[in-house]
């Protein structure tokens, strides 16, 4: 994904060279000024985000909550799948409040092995997880995702979140079919290691 960002960010300067070829040097300079001030501005935003995240997420794992919060879910006499359910949606609120890498550094040494303890396949715990955090970026009231669209166009954070919010409920919907429904994950994975055996 770096190099395709790369690529993309290396095509977009080809885009503004070409368009401001005819208005001179000194305007395209200021546009490019322009542009890289911008960058600046929403990429220091990001990181103010994430440095925040790196220390609440140190605090978490200092102060054993994950550890805890697991032995209490573990410890209940309740179904595996509503067990494995209870873990997931911790991602929910971890990833309004963190960043994506910290939330897997936090849980994936967590649920992964009581999932695979209780017989859950591998692969549709990866996409639920992936899936989870990915919602919890968007979700308000710190969704990274929507603070970072919101500096990167100007579009105020309230406008942003409501914008969401639609394809929020879609993803949720979603993701609860994937949960109930394993076999609409694994289907493709199985073709596939059919064809390879």
Known sequence: ?????????????L??????????VASLWSNVKGALLDTAQTTSM????????????TFLIAAHV????????????IPPLLTIGLLLLLLLPLGTALDEIS???ITIPIIYPVAMELGFDGIWLGLMIVKLTAIGMVTPPVGMTCFVVSGATGVPTETVFRGVLPLLSMDIVVSAVLF??????LW????VAQSAG
Not at 5 to 13: M, Q, R, T
Not at 15 to 24: D, H, K, P, Q, T
Not at 46 to 57: H, P, T
């Open 66 to 77: 994950p550890d805890t919060i697991t032995t209490w879910i573990a410890g209940l006499e």
């Open 1 to 13: 994904s770096t190099e395709s960002a790369a690529i993309a960010a290396f095509v977009a300067l």
């Open 180 to 185: 109930f429904v394993p076999a609409i994950v």
């Open 46 to 57: 990001v990181f103010m985000i994430l440095v925040g995240s790196s220390v609440f997420s």
């Open 103 to 105: 939330v897997l550094i």
């Open 15 to 24: 885009i503004l060279l070409w368009e401001f070829r005819r208005s001179g």
């Open 188 to 191: 493709l994975p199985s073709l």
